[in-house]
């Protein structure tokens, strides 16, 4: 799938987002990139077997204090070829990007790998 694409597909994903999780998302920059850094496989702590589709890096909501302020944008990156990599179609790819930004956003509001899973919603 062309870059240009998967970006749209991105975006419609989070614009199919409830409107009260866009009224929460301020300052959160949501990116696409080909690959994971090796800065960001670092996050994977040594699950191995496991591929990297999507990274949020910032302060969750949960752990900001009256003193968070003047600080750079959150970040959420979703990773086209890792996602790719575990899709068979462009039905797939939709639903992974769908899913994976969810579960991105979903560690900006400060819920974990592991409620997630207890949720059913990895």
């Not at 690959?35 to 670092?42: K, Y």
Request: glycine content about 6%; charged content about 30%.
């Amino acid at each position: 799938m062309d870059s240009r694409r998967f970006e749209q597909l991105v975006a419609q994903a989070i614009d199919n987002l409830p409107d009260e999780i866009h009224e929460r998302l301020e300052n959160v920059d949501i990116v696409v990139a080909d690959n994971p850094t090796r800065d960001q496989l670092r996050h994977l702590k040594g699950r191995r077997g496991e591929m990297l589709l999507g990274l949020y890096e910032g302060v969750p909501l949960t752990e900001r204090t009256h003193g968070y302020g003047l600080v750079m944008p959150d970040k959420i990156t979703v990773f086209q070829r890792p996602i790719e990599a575990v899709c068979r179609n462009d039905t797939q790819v939709i639903a992974e990007i769908q899913r994976v930004v969810r579960h991105e956003i979903a560690h900006h509001f400060g819920i974990s790998d592991d409620r997630l899973e207890e949720l059913g919603r990895y």
